[in-house]
């Protein structure tokens, strides 16, 4: 994988912890704190662990509280997929 998506992030949500509040992850809901769309501290470490499983990377724990919305953590696990190659 060489660049990670909002889509490829909406598809991990769903599989690991079912439908967010919105339905498609536009800019508008990308700056939205992942608690107000629905998902849990524990849903996002699932999320996370999903992602680094996918793209072979690992992340550390307190991800889950430095990175609160979709758009930061896409920004983060492209920086680490660009690191990595």
Not at 21 to 47: K, N, Q, R, T
Not at 53 to 62: L, N, W
């Amino acid at each position: 994988m060489s660049r990670f998506t909002l889509d490829d992030l909406l598809v991990i949500m769903r599989e690991c912890a079912g439908e967010p509040e919105v339905h498609a992850l536009d800019d508008s809901a990308a700056d939205v704190p992942f608690d107000e769309l629905g998902y849990d501290s524990v849903a996002l470490i699932e999320i996370i662990g999903q992602i680094g499983r996918d793209v072979g990377i690992t992340f550390p724990d307190e991800l889950t509280t430095e990175h609160t919305t979709p758009a930061t953590l896409v920004h983060l696990v492209n920086g680490a997929l660009a690191r990595s190659v």
